[in-house]
């Protein structure tokens, strides 16, 4: 299906120089972020406390958060959860409180604010150790994604597509993470779902653009390699539209009307699947050609016929 189809290819490489130092220049930027700034790691990385109550009618966040400040609380994160009236309040640890009467504390001081009662409805603790693994666990995983997509893409094309597809996925991870060091937005186990997701995300518009890649070299012998991934990329286009805009409605409609608890997590999302159309198409094709991908690579030569000898 397309909804629309350009007859003339698009001269993407020859702007692949221009794009790619841009791509070095962002990338840089998100490193340096990233190591001046950090990560702004939620209580399930850290470790703290967390705490759902209840109320009978919609509860208002901001008196909450005033309340909590007062108490001594000022780095409380408090958010809706699952429903406007449920209310799930994240407490950091600090050396100076008991975290077996810190739910107590919570409680009378939300018993303070004018308004509906609030009703306990759960309380976890999550110590430091099991922050440090959550942590671990989750680099592991990241690295383990990593390794599996070079693997599918070495086996079901060649190495320079494993290369640069792996580069163009890393290089919108890290963009991703430096938006949340620059900004100091929390990053939290969503967040991190997010992120795995737009590496296998960003990896199908590769495969996507490396296939036609390779049925054009094997049609169109006469083509050059630059001409090959112009025709290729201007080829998908349509479909990139489709796909791409079909999934950002909907991570649009959980990052306008999901609420707090999906903010985060939508927003990676969003930023993660604009800079993938853009390192698929502009950074991880460029890199082919420079690693020198050819019409040999995927054509095998023919046989020569023995002569019979008489």
């Known amino acids: 299906m397309e909804f629309f189809r350009i007859k003339k290819d698009i001269p993407f490489m020859r702007h692949a120089l221009l794009f790619n130092i841009i791509s070095l220049i962002t990338f840089v930027l998100a490193v340096f972020f990233l190591a001046t700034r950090g990560l702004h790691l939620s209580v399930e990385f850290t470790g703290g406390t967390l705490i759902e109550v209840s109320y009978t009618e919609a509860a208002q966040l901001e008196p909450i958060r005033q309340a909590l400040g007062t108490e001594g609380y000022p780095d409380a994160q408090v958010q809706n959860f699952g429903s406007a009236s449920d209310v799930l309040i994240r407490l950091p640890n600090r050396e100076d409180l008991d975290t077996n009467r810190v739910s107590e504390r919570v409680m009378s001081t939300l018993a303070t604010i004018d308004g509906p009662t609030a009703e306990l409805r759960r309380v976890e603790f999550v110590g430091p150790q099991v922050g440090k693994e959550l942590a671990t666990d989750g680099a592991m995983a990241l690295l383990l994604v990593i390794i599996g997509i070079m693997l599918y893409l070495a086996a079901r094309f060649e190495w320079r597509f494993a290369v640069s597809a792996i580069v163009a996925n890393l290089h919108d991870v890290i963009i991703i993470l430096g938006f949340f060091a620059f900004f100091q937005w929390e990053f ?41 991934l112009n025709h290729a990329i201007t080829s998908t286009i349509s479909r990139t539209v489709i796909t791409h805009g079909s999934t950002q409605m909907m991570v649009l409609a959980m990052l306008i009307f999901g609420g707090e608890t999906l903010y985060y997590f939508a927003l990676a999302l969003t930023i993660g699947i604009l800079f993938g159309i853009y390192s698929s198409v502009l950074v991880a094709s460029p890199l082919v050609m420079w690693l020198g991908v050819s019409r040999e690579q995927f054509i095998k030569p023919k046989k020569e016929k023995e002569e019979a000898v008489v």
Request: charged share 25%; hydrophobic share 45%.
């Open 188 to 228: 939290s186990l969503p967040v991190l779902a997010a992120v795995l997701a737009v590496l296998g995300y960003s990896v199908n518009e590769s495969v996507v653009v490396f296939d036609r890649v390779r049925e054009t070299f094997k049609k169109k012998r006469s083509m050059t390699t630059p001409d090959v």
